[in-house]
């Protein structure tokens, strides 16, 4: 039996009201989630754009203060150039894969010696012990100027630790850092040389070649370590072997072994074993009536 009436009437009535109070809770409880929901994605979406944007101006920042990438100070020729007083003749530095400029001429009776080296080149070393202290008179009195090319074309001769390589680019660090002592460390590599096949010197070792020489720069170890201007030295040696050479005047097309020796441009083919004595006589013969006429000073050998 149902009930009837008012009292039924009542119920029911109370009945719908509470279901729609139910309804509009679950409405108002949904709603809220999602607005919760939106909040959060909103949020997020902020974020994400944010951390974008910061990612962005650091690496605008980064690129706008990172160094040019450049070769060595001193070598845009490829090369330093060392004149009287042993004192290097300044420049600023080329990016690696630039062309290198060649150097200004001397001035008439001043003769130009350009030299490309591998450091662990035998040859390279006993031309250097037999005409060190000559042309070392000749560029300190001021009758001659000289240029040493330091090239990688030894690299896979030293035991698997890319002497030649890493020789190199310390002599480019210290062409950079301390150029007026390029003269006393180019002498010292070559003394007590390390011989083809082996490890030759390592990274602390060049370093001290270096400090013994006169290179005081505090910035010269990180640069040995790092390998600063390897990319460098590999382009200059590519560019010496592939020609032409940044010489002013040479007929010389490319570095085919070290020690490549110029004397105003000529090509110096020397017997062997060396011998002093015949280098200077290409000297002054290369430099012809001008080096007899100069009134700076003219070392006997």
């Known amino acids: 039996m149902t009930e009837s009436g008012p009292a039924g009437a009542r119920q029911s009535k109370t009945a719908r009201r509470d279901e729609a109070r139910e309804k509009a809770r679950q409405l108002r409880a949904g709603h809220k989630k999602k607005e919760r929901r939106n909040r959060w994605l909103l949020q997020g979406g902020i974020a994400v754009v ?18 040019e990438r450049s070769g060595p100070r001193n070598m845009a020729s490829d090369g330093i150039l060392i004149g009287e007083g042993l004192a290097a003749v300044q420049t600023p530095g080329v990016a690696p894969d630039a062309t290198p400029v060649p150097s200004a001429p001397n001035e008439p009776g001043v003769v130009a010696i350009t030299i490309w080296v591998d450091y662990l080149c035998p040859v390279c070393g006993e031309f250097e012990q037999e005409n060190g202290e000559l042309i070392r008179t000749l560029v300190d009195s001021g009758a001659a100027t000289v240029e040493y090319h330091p090239i990688a074309i030894l690299t896979t001769l030293s035991a698997g630790t890319q002497y030649s390589l890493r020789a190199a680019n310390a002599a480019a660090c210290v062409s950079n850092f301390n150029p007026d002592a390029f003269f006393d460390f180019n002498t010292a590599m070559f003394t007590d040389q390390p011989a083809e096949g082996t490890e030759g010197l ?22 040995i370590d790092d390998g600063r201007f390897f990319e460098w030295v590999k382009a200059a040696t590519t560019r010496a072997g592939n020609g032409p050479l940044p010489v002013e005047g040479t007929e010389v097309e490319n570095v085919r072994g070290t020690p490549t020796i110029l004397v105003n441009g000529e090509l110096y083919t020397p017997s062997y074993p060396f011998d002093s004595t015949e280098f200077s006589q290409f000297v002054l013969s290369a430099a012809g009536d001008d080096f007899a006429a100069s009134p700076s000073p003219s070392p006997t050998p």
Not at 50 to 67: D, E, F, G, K, Y
Not at 211 to 219: E, F, I, P
């Open 50 to 67: 944010l951390v974008a944007i910061v990612a962005i101006v650091a690496l605008v920042i980064t690129n706008s203060v990172r160094p």
């Open 202 to 223: 390592t990274d602390d070792e060049l370093l001290e070649v270096a400090r013994d020489a006169g290179a005081t720069s505090t910035s010269l170890e990180r640069c």
